[in-house]
């Protein structure tokens, strides 16, 4: 009985740690990125540009969907989750200064941010959500108004998202 017991145990612990199959994460490109049909080699071949503000199918290990093109990129860093740990991706309505906690940085129209709409402090009577801002990296100390940003989470794949002010 004692044997069964332990077989039981050690067959579903088996069951339990087998991985699940990779789901597809939806990103934005912070910058231009291109894609190629093969990761490395010297057979690789430029496929497609992904333009910056692009929501693309990220499957993992560099491998991404756009506009019906599967291949290959090496600039995975230049991606953003849409959507992750409570952080969306969002893009500036406006040029602005962003206080922070150690400093400011500057943002550009149609720049992609990831605000966390949860986290709030007021300045100056204002109140601002924390905010990340991408250069070669991504910094995470910033504050920014939530009507300077149009979040991208509701975005479909293959969109570009791009704000414009007529």
Known sequence: ??????????????VFSVPVAAHAQKDIAVENVGIYNSSV????????????????????????????????????????????NGWYAAVMKRSVRLPGDQ?????????VVRVKPTVTKKISGVTYVKCAVYNDGWFWNFWIKPGDVVRVDGYAYNSIVRFTSM
């Open 103 to 111: 400093g400011s940085a500057s943002s550009s129209m149609n720049d």
């Open 1 to 14: 009985m004692k044997k069964l017991i332990m077989i039981m145990i050690a067959a579903s612990l088996l």
């Open 41 to 84: 080699g010297s057979n690789k071949k430029f496929l497609r540009s992904v333009p910056k503000g692009a929501i693309v199918n990220y499957l993992g290990n560099g491998k991404l969907t756009y506009l019906n093109t599967t291949g290959f990129t090496l600039l995975t860093e230049r991606l953003c989750p849409v959507s992750s």
